[in-house]
């Protein structure tokens, strides 16, 4: 579906932010996830979603929960304060990620199912790539998909979560005990390289106006790269 439409956009001559999206439709995540649950209903196996952006997800989440599936989920920042119209449009590859941005709409939905629990945590998937490189002077099609993660979390979920009243701080300490449980060895050595890099000044700070206000919309501080 979504390789179906990448080929017919580029062919279309679109060129602009929120074909990334388009072409990774919302039903291409709803039937991913509707797939993971069948199979986990007739295996009886646990099941986890991650990174998801799709609102109608969290709800596909409760019903298989009231079934008494064992299925959690996971949402990062982004998906909870940034829309593929607005994002997409104006940082055009600095905004692209997989999955891609969603709607309004889907990030109430999101913030929804943080208070009614079918969205477990928030997670980050922290994927920062050198701008010069990866996403500067490259299109829609060609640019490295991901954005950081690790430092805009905690400013979102107090920001945007707490003091507009979307969460209690009862629930943000349940979401950060449940992230921090839910890390990988992989994952904390990805932080812990990030840190250093901050630390030691090695840090790429990226100076394109553009980028230093999708930032600020993020609370970004800055984007590092290591591998692990």
């Known amino acids: ?42 295996t009886g196996a646990r099941l986890h979603i991650v990174h998801m952006a799709l609102g109608e997800g969290a709800e596909l989440i409760a019903e ?11 949402t990062c920042p982004h998906y909870l304060v940034t829309n ?7 940082y055009g590859p600095l905004a692209k990620i997989a999955p891609p941005l969603r709607s309004k709409e889907d990030n109430e939905k999101l913030w929804e199912g943080l208070r009614n629990g079918s969205v477990s945590f928030m997670a980050t998937d922290h994927a920062p790539y050198e701008v010069k490189s990866e996403k500067e002077g490259k299109d829609i099609w060609t640019a490295f998909p991901g954005i950081p993660g690790v430092e805009t979390m905690v400013p979102v979920v107090i920001s945007e979560g707490y003091n507009k009243g979307r969460l209690s701080l009862q629930k943000q300490s349940k979401y ?11 994952t904390l050595r990805r932080v812990q390289c990030s840190l250093v890099l901050m630390l030691t ?6 100076k394109k106006s553009g980028l230093l206000k999708l930032k600020s919309k993020l609370h970004l501080l800055s984007t590092t790269q290591c591998t692990v």
């Open 176 to 186: 950060f005990l449940q992230m921090l449980q839910s890390n990988t060895v992989y």
């Open 84 to 90: 593929y119209k607005d994002a997409m449009s104006e």
């Open 1 to 42: 579906m979504c390789d179906y439409y990448v080929k017919k956009f580029k062919e279309d001559g679109r060129m602009d932010g929120p074909a990334w999206s388009e072409a990774r439709m919302p039903l291409a995540e709803k039937v991913a996830i509707q797939l993971g649950i069948s199979f986990a209903e007739y």
């Open 64 to 74: 298989a929960r009231k079934k008494g599936m064992d299925v959690t989920s996971e």
């Open 201 to 206: 000044s090695r840090s790429s700070i990226l």
